[in-house]
């Protein structure tokens, strides 16, 4: 009894030892980190409200999209994005994170050490953001890993499978997006020691994105009916009011990607807002001309080009630039959605057009228009005198366009084999509302 | 007992309302619907996609009168719906053979 009791208390204190050393040693780690850089109240609450800022894009998103098809795929539409919100936050800190920011292995990938956010504190983390918690980088990066596969839907709208569209999602965020985020932004990716220069996504959102997009709307096949009935958008209104939350929450994709409050993101902001509505007017303009009228439709698309194309160079270019890069986004895009008519893919909410086409512009515009006089640790664009830019940014661009198509190519030949991609003839002619949710959108 | 159906242009629905109820007819049956005869439709472009749309908006009323009526109340509808250009829309006469009111009962010109 007595030896019971003594041998119980030495172990105690033997565990309580150990742990209690080891918490001496991790917090002398952080404490070493918390030494040299010291949290900013106002860059922490930037960042803090940019997070909820790119958070609110994805379900304006959803009202984006869901306006723009047909009233019995309106719910399936918004659903997709809605969903993304849930399964990737849970991706991201259970293994997302790591993989995409964590310690890097070969310039390909981060490891798993930070698996459930583990390592991954309070105290700032300097190599990515010196000033504020290290979570709220975490959490400020998870809102883009939410939104850029929401992106893809608009391809896929109105045919693909529920079960299936969420086992693709969480491959391509793994598969896809982590890599292409690691690659570009983690420490020791090999498209950042390359020198491309992508603010806050032009490749590894949009691009990736885009190109995605285009596989998927070959692999999923056209919508029934595609070219021969009208599929005209059922609420206007609704995608409008999507597009205004886009560009909005857009400020926080931008300006916040300067992860600090102060110029850089003084920049991003300015830049942001000129560029979209230069684009807004190039696409208005362009319709004008083309077709005669310019349409609501038309101005939104318009302003989401722009806002596509600023992204990589948010953070590295002036406000002039800017202006051309946003008007010349309009164009291009608007040319660009014609393309699906040429080559016959059904695209069908333009993610192609917009995100592919304006993300390429964008990051070849970075490689033309950067200055270090707006961003010191950029580079200097072609127009500054300084060419291996823009050989660069072709690099990374097309090392985006290779990977996540091919990668996007795979993942969905296996699910279509294993899982199955569109829904049968009769649920798509009852819509997804009914067929994969059970739900109506409008009960007047 | 006669059902007189008419096809007219939305916007001229207060008018011929109007004009019906000053020639005693107090009861009607309104529905929108969508067609087109001779008037064009529009056009409605959206980004890459233009569609032509044949099915124009319209107003169809619905009156059951008496026999001794039909001919005024044909007269007023297609003057107070009546525009002058394409797509003022049509009358049509149809036999009625029964008519009941369900309140009461009654059955006859006296249900109209």
Not at chain 2, 7 to 26: G, N
Request: charged share 15%.
């Amino acid at each position: 009894m007595k030896r019971t009791f003594i041998t119980f208390v030495v172990a105690g204190l033997i565990g309580l030892s150990l742990a209690y050393s080891a918490g001496i040693v991790l917090a002398q780690d952080q404490a070493k980190i918390g030494a040299t850089t010291k949290i900013d109240t106002g860059d922490t609450a930037w960042m803090l409200i940019s997070a909820a800022l790119v958070l609110l894009m994805t379900p304006g998103l959803a009202l984006f999209y869901g306006g723009m098809v047909r009233a019995k795929n309106v719910l399936g539409t918004i659903m997709h994005s809605f969903i993304i919100i849930a399964i990737i936050t849970v991706q991201w800190i259970l293994f997302g994170y790591s993989l995409a920011f964590g310690p890097d292995v070969g310039g390909i990938i981060g490891n798993l050490s930070w698996f459930g956010l583990n390592g991954v504190g309070l105290d700032p983390y300097p190599d990515y953001a010196a000033t504020v918690p290290h979570q709220v980088f975490m959490i400020y990066q998870g809102m883009f890993a939410i939104i850029t596969p929401a992106l893809i839907t608009g391809a896929i709208a109105e045919r693909m499978k529920f079960k299936t569209f969420i086992v693709f999602t969480v491959l391509w965020a793994t598969l896809v997006y982590d890599p292409m985020a690691h690659w570009v932004w983690g420490v020791g990716g090999w498209i950042r020691k390359m020198g491309a220069l992508d603010f806050a996504g032009g490749t590894v959102v949009h691009i990736s994105s885009g190109i995605s997009a285009l596989a998927a709307a070959l692999m999923v096949g056209r919508r029934k009916g595609f070219g021969l009935e009208p599929m005209a958008p059922h609420n206007l209104p609704m995608t409008i009011t999507g597009a205004a939350i886009l560009w909005f929450g857009w400020f926080g994709f931008n300006a916040g990607s300067a992860i600090a409050a102060g110029k850089l993101s003084a920049n991003a902001f300015v830049v942001t807002h000129i560029a979209t509505s230069g684009a807004a007017l190039s696409w208005a303009v362009a319709e004008w001309i083309y077709k005669g009228k310019s349409t609501t439709l038309g101005a939104a698309s318009g302003a989401v080009a722009g806002l596509v194309a600023i992204t990589p160079a948010s953070g590295f270019v002036g406000p002039m630039p800017a202006l051309l890069i946003g008007l010349v986004a309009g164009i291009l895009c608007y040319l660009g959605v014609f393309s699906k008519n040429r080559f016959g893919y059904d695209d069908s909410l333009d993610v192609v057009g917009i995100h592919g086409v304006g993300g390429t512009w964008g990051a070849l515009a970075t490689g033309l228009f950067a200055s270090k006089a707006i961003n010191e640790a950029g580079e200097n664009g072609l127009f500054w005198g300084n060419p291996g830019l823009l050989g660069v940014q072709v690099l990374a661009v097309a090392a985006t366009w290779i990977y996540a198509f091919l990668m996007t190519l795979i993942i969905l030949k296996i699910l279509d084999w294993t899982m199955g991609l569109r829904v049968s003839e009769e649920e798509e002619e009852m819509g997804l509302d009914l067929s994969q949710h059970s739900e109506t959108g409008y009960n007047f | 007992m006669k059902k007189v159906e008419a096809i007219i242009k939305p916007f001229k629905l207060d008018e011929v309302k109007t004009a019906l109820s000053a020639v005693a007819v107090q009861g009607m049956t309104v529905t929108e619907v969508r067609g087109f005869g001779r008037q064009k439709g529009h056009k409605e472009v959206y980004r890459g996609a233009e569609y032509v749309v044949e099915l124009v908006p319209k107003v169809k009323i619905e009156v059951v009168v008496p026999d001794q009526v039909v001919t005024r109340v044909v007269e007023t509808i297609a003057k107070a719906a009546k525009t002058g250009k394409i797509g003022d829309g049509k009358i049509f006469v149809i036999p009625v053979e029964e008519a009941v009111r369900i309140r009461t009962g009654e059955r006859g010109e006296g249900a109209l």
